[in-house]
């Protein structure tokens, strides 16, 4: 069993920055391929990044060069940094690992 807790939502403006937090119980966190998607209202849960366990990452188009996926194993925690963020980058979003999810941490961005 894995539990996910994200944090560092919130409320910014247009080019602004947040940086979000997942913490993940359990200790095969290292060894896991970690995730960050988003879901705005009435639209699908969208892929936003990902890394392996071997810190390959992988990004939407949508967030290429704004967005930055990173691990710490040493404190079992996942984390995005969002720059430049946009008004269609609001969402919630959601930490996951294989078939965990987390509970989710709203970000809006105000024009």
């Known amino acids: 069993q894995v539990q996910l807790v994200e944090s560092g939502g919130g409320l910014v403006q247009a080019g602004g920055s947040l940086r979000l937090s997942c913490a993940a119980s359990?200790?095969?966190?290292?060894?896991?391929?970690m995730g960050w998607y988003r879901q705005a209202p009435g639209k699908p849960r969208d892929l936003v990044a990902t890394i392996t366990s071997t810190y390959i990452t992988k990004y939407a188009d949508s967030v290429k060069g704004r967005f930055t996926i990173s691990r710490d194993n040493a404190k079992n925690t996942l984390y995005l940094q969002m720059n430049s963020l946009k008004p269609e980058d609001t969402a919630v979003y959601y930490c996951n690992s294989q078939e965990y999810w987390g509970q989710g941490t709203q970000v809006t961005v105000s024009s």
């Open positions: 359990g200790s095969s966190f290292r060894f896991r391929a």
